[in-house]
C-alpha cells in the first residue's frame, strides 16, 4: 500500500476541496475576423461575401465584418494546467500567468498555516490528489510537476520552509480515486527523524 505517515509527526494536515485544474486566461476572448490570407470556408465562398479595403470579410448586404471564432467570441478561455506545457515550450508569459494563479490558489486555502519551530525540522510535504479517474488516462506527474514546485515556493512564506534539502527531504506524490465525482487535494506536511 505504500509508505506511512507516522501520526505523531503530522505536523499540518490540509484538505482543499475542487482543486483547480484550469487557469482562467481571458474572460471574454476579442472577436477575429476573417482576412484575405486566411484559408476561407465554402459557405463565404460566393457572391454575398467580398473582402474590404481593410482585407476582412464582409457580407455584402449587411456590410457587417465575418466572424472568425464565432463559437469562442465573448466565452472565457482556460488552460488545463499540466507540468508537460514546461517542456514542450510554453510561452513565458503564460507559463507566470499559470503559476500565478495556482499561487493565489495556495495562499488563499493555506493561509491559516503558521510558521513551522525549527527544532521540527527536516520535514516531507506529502501531496494526494484525489480525483475521479474518468475517461481520460492522465499522467500524475504531469499534473503533480507544477503544483509541487508552485506549492514549495508558496511554503517558503507561509511557514517558513525554504525548499532546499536541510528543510524539505520528501515530497512524496500520489493519486487516489474518488468514490465520486468530486476533486480534492490533501497536503500532508510532517517531521522526519533522519536517525
Known amino acids: 500500500m505504500g509508505y506511512r505517515i507516522d501520526e505523531k509527526d503530522i505536523i499540518y494536515q490540509v484538505s482543499i476541496g475542487d482543486y483547480i485544474e484550469y487557469v482562467t486566461l481571458s474572460n471574454k476572448r476579442r472577436p477575429v475576423y476573417y482576412k484575405k490570407k486566411d484559408k476561407i470556408p465554402k459557405k463565404y465562398q460566393n457572391d454575398k461575401y467580398h473582402f474590404n479595403k481593410l482585407d476582412e470579410l464582409i457580407n455584402t448586404e449587411t456590410k457587417e465584418r465575418v466572424l472568425k471564432n464565432i463559437r469562442s467570441v465573448g466565452k472565457p478561455r482556460y488552460k488545463k494546467i499540466s507540468g508537460q506545457d514546461i517542456w514542450v515550450g510554453l510561452n513565458h508569459n503564460l507559463r507566470n500567468n499559470i503559476a500565478n494563479k495556482i499561487k493565489k490558489f495556495f495562499y488563499k486555502n493555506l493561509k491559516d498555516l503558521k510558521p513551522i519551530p525549527i527544532k521540527l525540522f527536516p520535514i516531507g510535504v506529502d501531496i494526494k490528489f484525489i480525483k475521479p479517474q474518468g475517461t481520460n488516462n492522465w499522467d500524475l506527474d504531469n499534473l503533480a510537476l507544477i503544483y509541487r514546485k508552485v506549492l514549495l ?12 534539502i536541510q528543510f524539505i527531504r520528501e515530497i512524496p506524490t500520489r493519486y487516489v480515486p474518488s468514490p465520486d465525482e468530486s476533486r480534492k487535494l490533501i497536503i500532508t506536511i510532517y517531521t522526519i527523524n533522519d536517525e
Open 153 to 164: 515556493d508558496c511554503l517558503k512564506t507561509i511557514i517558513g520552509a525554504d525548499d532546499s
